[in-house]
């Protein structure tokens, strides 16, 4: 039997579960970070999640941008966003955007 094991696309752990079927695709669940991802995807990359995040931030991107770029579903992004603002310092995103905002 091959060993179907994902790893998480957030955290790269290899601690997943496979959580049901959506859209013919076999969903996994990351039992590390409670991430959910689907393996046949075309592997989107943590530094996208990460350009999303900061266009998410400094660019002020919409949730609807980002989610017609990214694929993801709205409430996915929220909570991958929410999971990196508790990780990721923001201050610095602010003070950028800030002087963003006095420039224009
Ligand atoms: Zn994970």
Redesign the pocket.
Known sequence: MKNSKKS?L??K?LQTIKWGIKKNKQRFK?K??D?LFISSNKSVSDSNKEIWFKNWIIGKDTFDKISLESGYSKSTLQRYFSKMLRKAPVLEFNSTYEIYLVLD
């Open positions: 998480c957030t955290c752990s990351c590390n970070c991430e």
